[in-house]
C-alpha cells in the first residue's frame, strides 16, 4: 500500500526558498501521480501542483506558477516541491497525496493517500 511522509516544512523569510520532500514507500512514485495541496488557518484546502506518472505533464495553481517546481526523483522514490520567492500567503500546512493514474486528475480530485502535513511558516 502507499504510504506518503511530508518534510522539509518550517521557517522562511519572504523571498526566500525551501524544499518539501513526499516520500513515498510501497510504490514506486515514477508510476504514480502526486499532488501537493496546502490548507491555511481558515481556508479550504487548496490544490497547488501536480506531477503526472513518468514525468509527464505538470499543473500549478496560478499563484505559485513561476515560484514553485515540483518535480521527482526516482532513486529516492521522493517527490519535491521547490518553493522560491517566498510570500507570506504561502503560510499553510502543506499535504502530498498520491493516485495511481498516469496524469493529474485536478485539484478537486478526492485522492485516496495522504501524507501528514508539514507546516510553513512565513517570517518577517
Known amino acids: 500500500q502507499l504510504q506518503l511522509v511530508e518534510s522539509g516544512g518550517g521557517l522562511v523569510q519572504p523571498g526566500g526558498s525551501l524544499r518539501l520532500s513526499c516520500a513515498a514507500s510501497g510504490i514506486t512514485v515514477d508510476y504514480y501521480v502526486i499532488s501537493w495541496f496546502r490548507q491555511a488557518p481558515g481556508k479550504e484546502r487548496e490544490g497547488v501542483a501536480c506531477?503526472?506518472?513518468?514525468?509527464?505533464?505538470?499543473y500549478y495553481t496560478t499563484s505559485v506558477m513561476g515560484r514553485f517546481t515540483i518535480s521527482r526523483d526516482n532513486a529516492k522514490n521522493t517527490v519535491y516541491l521547490q518553493m522560491n520567492n517566498r510570500k507570506v500567503e504561502d503560510t499553510a500546512v502543506y499535504y502530498c497525496?498520491?493516485?495511481?493514474?498516469?496524469?493529474?486528475?485536478?485539484?478537486?480530485?478526492?485522492?485516496?493517500?495522504w501524507g501528514q502535513g508539514t507546516q510553513v511558516t512565513g517570517s518577517s
Open positions: 497525496a498520491g493516485e495511481g493514474g498516469s496524469y493529474c486528475p485536478g485539484p478537486k480530485y478526492e485522492y485516496r493517500n
Open positions: 506531477i503526472s506518472k513518468n514525468d509527464g505533464p505538470t
